[in-house]
């Protein structure tokens, strides 16, 4: 029983590291994470974020939309090729350790094509300052 066990935690380690199991929205807030650390110390220091999108095969094959909510959540809407039909959808907060939204965004994006979030340091904490 315990090899099997040991296998199964195996697996799945290998599974979490290679990111198999993340959404769209969590794969976003982890870019996030790594862009917020490397943005300046000084305020007005700034890091552009940029997301591929599909981030992972097979996801978000058509257009897409992403919210970055003030309240701290981000919301990913992947659609159908033609665009006309909401086919998943992902939302997380963990990014929101990491930074600030003073605004609630909300951004369509054609397939394939990345979303760019520029990141800012005011006031000592970094800022989602615009999303395109």
């Known amino acids: 029983m315990r090899t099997v066990l040991q296998a199964f935690a ?3 380690s290998v599974l979490l590291l290679g990111g198999c199991l993340t959404d769209a929205a969590t794969r976003l807030a982890y870019d996030i994470e790594v862009g917020a650390g490397r943005v300046g110390r000084a305020d007005g220091a700034k890091y552009t974020v940029v997301h591929r999108v599909p981030s992972s095969a097979g996801e978000c094959v058509g257009p897409y939309r992403v919210q970055l909510d003030k309240v701290g959540a981000i919301v990913v809407w ?4 033609a ?3 909401t086919v998943s959808s992902h939302s997380t907060s963990y990014h929101a350790r990491f930074v600030d939204t003073p605004e609630t965004r909300i951004v369509d994006k054609p397939a394939n094509e990345a979303l ?3 990141l800012e340091r005011r006031d000592g904490r970094v800022v989602i300052a615009s999303v395109k």
């Open 10 to 12: 195996s697996v799945l």
């Open 78 to 81: 992947c659609k159908d090729t």
């Open 83 to 85: 665009g006309d039909t």
């Open 116 to 118: 760019v979030i520029e």
